[in-house]
T-cell receptor
Framework: RKEVEQDPGPFNVPEGATVAFNCTYS??????FFWYRQDCRKEPKLLMSVYSSGNEDGRFTAQLNRASQYISLLIRDSKLSDSATYLCVAHNAGNMLTFGGGTRLMVKP | GAVVSQHPSWVICKSGTSVKIECRSLDFQATTMFWYRQFPKQSLMLMAT?????????EQGVEKDKFLINHASLTLSTLTVTSAHPEDSSFYICSASSPRVPSNQPQHFGDGTRLSIL
């Protein structure tokens, strides 16, 4: 079993739609979590950190449920520019990062 | 702040060639650098972790004699793919971290190097 698991998608949604991605992790000792965005043939870029209390950044909302070892990302009012692969990432000891397989999003006009 | 530069961004070479990829932290001293590899439609897989002045720690299944890592200074790490073959074609990404650098993320990524072996 992978340490961080995601539905690979793709999720094909129209502009303006709300879309949610889920992620599960197996290492209960993971210290913190992030969502990264990766465009084709580019390096991953930090989208947002994920907290148990939930956090929102504009159209993006992330949530962490430690009891269920579950992480979510909600994107509201999808834009064409949101099309990318979204990576769920666990931060472990020694500043190590473990990446999920990524969920591909395609927003269409 | 916390900028990481990776060079080259793209390289195409013949089978059997050795290829060196550089990773530099431009505005901070990186105590640790990480090397990842990403095959198409797959996620980033950690290859090795290197600390300045010491030998790299390789992940299981990564050949240390094939992928030579040198971390000679706090701002530079290099990955050399020796005698590269077509199956080594991939996207290689480095990252750097330092506990002394205030940041919203634990690692700072380079732009990546796309390696194509013919």
């Amino acid at each position: 079993r992978k340490e961080v698991e995601q539905d690979p998608g793709p999720f094909n949604v129209p502009e303006g739609a709300t879309v949610a991605f889920n992620c599960t992790y197996s290492n209960s000792a993971s210290q913190s979590f992030f969502w990264y965005r990766q465009d084709c043939r580019k390096e991953p870029k930090l989208l947002m950190s994920v907290y148990s209390s939930g956090n929102e950044d504009g159209r993006f909302t992330a949530q962490l449920n430690r009891a269920s070892q579950y992480i979510s990302l909600l994107i509201r009012d999808s834009k064409l520019s949101d099309s990318a692969t979204y990576l769920c990432v666990a931060h472990n000891a020694g500043n190590m990062l473990t990446f999920g397989g990524g969920t591909r999003l395609m927003v269409k006009p | 702040g916390a900028v990481v530069s990776q060079h080259p961004s793209w390289v195409i070479c013949k089978s059997g060639t050795s290829v060196k990829i550089e990773c530099r932290s431009l505005d901070f001293q990186a105590t640790t650098m990480f090397w990842y590899r990403q095959f198409p439609k797959q996620s980033l897989m950690l290859m090795a972790t290197s600390n300045e002045g010491s030998k790299a720690t390789y992940e299981q299944g990564v050949e240390k004699d094939k992928f030579l890592i040198n971390h000679a200074s706090l701002t530079l790490s290099t990955l050399t793919v020796t005698s590269a073959h077509p199956e080594d074609s991939s996207f290689y990404i480095c990252s750097a971290s330092s506990p002394r650098v205030p940041s919203n993320q634990p690692q700072h990524f380079g732009d990546g190097t796309r390696l194509s072996i013919l």
